[in-house]
């Protein structure tokens, strides 16, 4: 019944196909093949005004999820982009118009050259990484791409304090062009020389998208070498290198339309273009109406979470896909955590309180309401620093952690614990007390977001349940933002964030993010250990990592900080979350990725690093049924 239904949708998508395929559209000339385009000749925003309505449906892939407003700027130097479709990081830099060095894939752990030339490689003591480029690499406007953009893109971030430059400033010395194709990056240096972290010299290698160098200085030179205005400039006559380019954006949709002359069709790279001729994403109102827009096949790509996601082929029969056909149906990355706040004496000074809360909430409920059972539970993949891929779960050994493990729901487990620590209720009000004051707690998140939302409610019924009074609080995001990442705050007890996903550097980079004091009292702090929680011992842990290359010390040095990390409890996970949500809309396109396909390509939007990968091999789904069947 399920593939009738799909073919009969397909086939309903066929008379949609034709009726779309016919509309006269304007389009620019394609570029010859044997010659690059000038800026001129490159399709323009103004060129595409008012035909956008009329993409042809089968050489159009939409998205929804990605872009929730107006493009504001085309600047790969600059920070105002709002510009999901071009430039965004998520389980890797979005690549359609910039190019990064490297793409990370995350089902292998590998990074894939791009406008790299094969492998980079450290000199024997990690203080210089060589790389080289891809002789084919060019810009759009036919230059060819050089070590000396590579370079100019570091010098213009660190002048200017763009996401490059402060990200990677306090680990990256300087990047030297030594020749047109051949670069080297030398690492910044401690006291004692060796490299500050070559972790995070690799994650500039995949999320650094790369800027023509006489770009950046024709921009440099229209502001006045003015860093705020180069930040804020609209980056209307952007060169790029990359597959795709801007075609038409405004407040209802944003397009992006193939270079023919991309130089990535060469042998060296994908050896041929991407499928889809446009990019286009529908900005959607909310969640809601995005979902609306898959269901009835006018979105092939979506990222946003649907709750109960396999009723739509289970119950609607739709011809929907996930990555994986069971739960949790993606590759999850992230790990929406509880944090406490060390700055508040009852917290920071009660180690079986913050564990007994923690051993208290319900975390199935959690994972079944909030998630809609989109996530793994803690019970198949225990609770640690990693995420739950075979990669990072391998880092560690769970058998040394697993009597510090705990199940959630215990309740009684926890009232022991502090009952053991003598925080109890003396007056038989129902409510514990310390020091001889009742304990009352907030959980906080961001008002809107649901599953979050969700999930502080159980934490609050948790701390019912083992006599501690914790009460919700939902302020909006703008609010939010501003008091969190506010290293001295006492307003939030225990309050939400979500710590790195998948890059190079981690797992180490999450691990800092949870215990490093590296993040303690900065000011404005967006970057990690958010409750500023210290312990000189974890420190010293975290400070061998990075130039540790011997597998076995590693996974040591990772079980330790593992056993802390559960023994002391300065915070506590809530779930396992896709840090990409992917499902796809096979009425149109099919041959998306697939967990068990074999190809090891991501489910990262078709966009995101080596997710960008399953562009090359999508295909029309014309009078067939849905290329995936469901049991």
Known sequence: MKKLIALLLALVMVIGLAACGGS???????????????????????????????????????FAGQQWGTVNSWNVIGTNQNNAMALAAGAGYRTTMFETLYMWNVMTGELIGLLADGDYTWNDNMTELSVNLKEAAHWSDGTPVTAADVARTWEIGVEIGNGTGSSYGA????????????????????????????????????????????????????????????????????????PYTKYYSDDQKVVLIRDDNYWGQDASMWGKLPVPKYLAHVIYADNAAGEVALKAGEVDVCQQFIGNIQNLWLEDGLPISTFYDEAPYGVCLTMPTAWYNMNIPVIAENTALRKAIAMAVDYDTIIANAMTNQSPSFSDVPRSLMNPTDGEQALYDHDAVADLQWAGNDIEGAKALLDEAGIVDSDGDGWREWNGEKISLNAVCPNGWTDWQASMEVVAAAGKNIGVEITTLYPEYSIYQTVFVDPDQTEYAIFMWSPDASTPSNPWGRVNQFMGKDYVGIANNWSGNWGQYVNDEAEALIKKIPTTTDTAELKDLYTKLTEIYLTEVPSFSLMYRPSVFHCVNESVWTNFPAGDDGRNIPPADCTDGYGIAALYELELEIGRASCRERV
């Open 171 to 242: 680990f990256i010395d300087s990047i030297e062009a030594t020749g047109d194709k051949s670069l080297v990056i030398h690492c910044k240096l401690d006291a004692s020389g060796a490299p500050v972290n070559p972790l995070k010299v690799l994650d500039f290698l995949e999320l650094a998208p790369i800027a023509q160098a006489a770009w950046i200085d024709k921009v440099v030179e229209r502001c006045n070498g003015d860093a705020t205005a180069i930040l804020n400039d609209p980056g209307d006559d952007v060169v790029w290198s990359g």
């Open 24 to 62: 006269a559209t304007t389009e620019t000339k394609a570029p010859v093949a044997t010659e690059a385009p000038t800026q001129a000749e490159a399709p323009a925003e103004t060129e595409a005004a008012g035909n956008t309505t009329d993409l042809p449906r089968d050489e159009t892939l939409y």
